[in-house]
């Protein structure tokens, strides 16, 4: 019985360590699209999100099976329903992935407004973020939640100096540049909330590991920092 309970954990962590995969690749490509001028990729993004939804089902069902048959209990059962959690966040981040590429298809056809500098920094910051907030869980690693957290601030302040560039020296001089930067904005804040969903992830595992609830709590953090 405990090694088929071990081996279906083991069997777990590398659906979402596939799940984690696919939501990478489709926060890369929603923006290479965009970059590229690419509807081939940006429309891929949008069609792959069923592959997702399909591995995020069966994920849950796993989980669900999972609790049923062996009943688990503390550590293992926080395992498990936090698999969940992050399964379920990580197919939000897929479905926000989408959300870029659909901004990106109404792109592609117009002119660039400007060279794409902190959009593609912004990008990067996020598919860090993932990659350690996935790596936090399989490897229940607390340190790696933690670079997980301290990225957040970054994020936010592309996230600004995008909104600022945008509205400043495009919008408020030339309103006909409105509709292109209002799409641009949107990917800005879509990346920003991806961002957002990773610090989800990174506190879930820190509650998984060490038991203790730190969303809402940012004393807590600071005072083991």
């Known amino acids: 019985m405990e090694r088929h309970f071990d081996q279906e954990l083991k069997e777990l962590n590398e659906d979402i360590l596939k799940m984690g995969a696919l939501a990478e690749e489709a926060i890369y490509k929603s923006v290479e699209a965009l970059k590229n001028r690419d509807q081939g990729m940006a429309q891929s993004v949008i069609n792959n999100d069923a592959l997702v939804d399909q591995l995020e089902l069966a994920i849950d069902e796993k989980c669900i099976d999972f609790i049923a048959r062996y009943q688990p209990m503390a550590k293992d059962l926080r395992f498990i329903t936090t698999g969940m959690k992050i399964n379920a966040e990580l197919e939000r981040i897929a479905d926000i992935a989408v959300d870029i590429a659909q901004r990106t298809l109404e792109l592609v056809d117009k002119p660039l407004l400007k060279p794409l500098v902190d959009i593609p920094?912004?990008?990067?910051?996020?598919?860090?973020?993932?990659?350690?907030?996935?790596?936090?869980?399989?490897?229940?690693?607390?340190?790696?939640?933690?670079?997980?957290?301290?990225?957040?601030?970054?994020?936010?302040?592309?996230?600004?100096?995008?909104?600022?560039?945008?509205?400043?020296?495009?919008?408020?001089?030339?309103?006909?540049?409105?509709?292109?930067?209002?799409q641009l904005l949107l990917i800005a804040r879509f990346l920003e909330r991806i961002c957002d969903h990773t610090t989800n992830i990174a506190e879930d595992v820190i509650y998984m590991v060490q038991a203790e609830v730190v969303k809402h709590h940012p004393e807590k953090l600071k005072k083991e920092n």
């Open 121 to 182: 920094k912004l990008t990067a910051v996020a598919q860090k973020m993932v990659k350690t907030a996935i790596d936090s869980f399989v490897r229940a690693d607390i340190a790696l939640a933690r670079q997980v957290l301290s990225s957040e601030p970054e994020a936010n302040e592309l996230r600004n100096l995008i909104h600022q560039e945008l509205v400043d020296d495009y919008m408020v001089k030339d309103s006909s540049s409105t509709p292109r930067a209002v």
